[in-house]
Nanobody
Framework: QVQLVESGGGLVQAGGSLRLSCAAS????????MAWFRQAPGKEREFVAS????????YYADSVKGRFTISRDNTKNTVYLQMNSLKPEDTAVYYC?????????????????????WGQGTQVTVSS
């Protein structure tokens, strides 16, 4: 099983930037895809971005496309989410997730149910 720990969240003004980190440990070699999700108070968890195990393929939700970038550092066993041009609607708890079953990263692999390992989340608050 993969253990995931997010960090890097905080308070930022609209238009600012943050970089979230997801440190992975355990059976990281068994993961086929990594992703970031977010959940605002009273709302359902939504997909943000994902990448293949190799990091060669990425996919983004329309709401963050062009502003967010997902990447990974295999040496550090860490996945990142660089968030630029932040908006108040980006305010949420951001979760890192790992999947052993996803073979193709894309629009058909964005369901939270496809990810078996989750971090505890890190709060991102964007003020207007």
């Amino acid at each position: 099983q993969v253990q995931l720990v997010e960090s890097g969240g905080g308070l930022v003004q609209a238009g600012g930037s943050l970089r979230l980190s997801c440190a992975a440990s355990g059976r990281t070699f068994s993961s086929h895809a990594m992703a970031w999700f977010r959940q605002a108070p009273g709302k359902e968890r939504e997909f943000v971005a994902s990448l293949s195990w190799s990091g060669a393929t990425t996919y983004y939700a329309d709401s963050v496309k062009g502003r967010f970038t997902i990447s990974r550092d295999n040496t550090k066993n860490t996945v990142y989410l660089q968030m630029n041009s932040l908006k108040p609607e980006d305010t949420a708890v951001y979760y890192c997730a790992a999947s052993r079953t996803i073979n193709v990263v894309g629009p058909d692999s964005t369901s939270p149910k496809e990810f078996g390992s989750w971090g505890q989340g890190t709060q991102v608050t964007v003020s207007s």
